[in-house]
C-alpha cells in the first residue's frame, strides 16, 4: 500500500521536514498534523497520504483507521538549470531541484 508523487515543485530539503513530522504515526494523526501544518508542502504530502489510503481501501487490506505511515521517502528529482543576467555581460547559475515522494503504509501492530 504505497503512493508516489514525482517531480514535485519543492526541494526535498524542504519537504523532508514535513515528512519527518508524520513518520511512524497513524493516519488519522498524521492528516490532522499536515492539515495544521504551516509548510507549503504540507498540503500536497496530505494529498499522497489520502491516495495512499484509498490505495489501501481499493486492494480491500486495511480500513483507514487501521493504517500507520511505515515509512516516507524523499529523493532528489530532476534539476532544472537556468541563469539570471547579473552586470558587465556574466550571469549566476539557478538551479530548480524537484522531489521524488514516496509513502508506504502498513497495518497496526496489535
Keep these: 500500500m504505497k503512493a508516489v508523487l514525482s517531480n514535485y ?3 526535498p530539503r524542504k519537504v523532508r521536514l514535513v515528512a519527518d513530522r508524520i513518520r511512524g504515526k497513524g493516519v488519522d494523526e498524521a492528516l490532522t498534523e499536515l ?7 504540507a498540503a500536497a504530502v496530505r494529498k ?6 484509498a490505495n489501501a ?4 487490506t486495511a480500513e483507514k483507521s487501521d493504517l500507520m505511515v511505515k ?4 529523493n532528489k528529482g530532476v534539476t532544472f538549470k537556468r541563469f539570471m543576467p547579473v552586470w558587465r555581460g ?6 530548480r531541484t524537484r522531489s521524488h515522494i514516496e509513502i508506504v503504509l502498513a497495518s497496526k501492530e496489535k
Excluded at 90 to 95: E, K, L, N, T, V
Aim: glycine share 4%; proline share 3%.
Design 9 to 11: 515543485k519543492q526541494t
Design 35 to 41: 492539515s495544521f501544518m504551516d509548510r507549503k508542502s
Design 48 to 53: 499522497l497520504l489520502l491516495s495512499a489510503v
Design 57 to 60: 481501501k481499493q486492494s480491500g
Design 71 to 74: 515509512e516516507v521517502k524523499v
Design 90 to 95: 556574466m550571469a549566476h547559475p539557478i538551479h
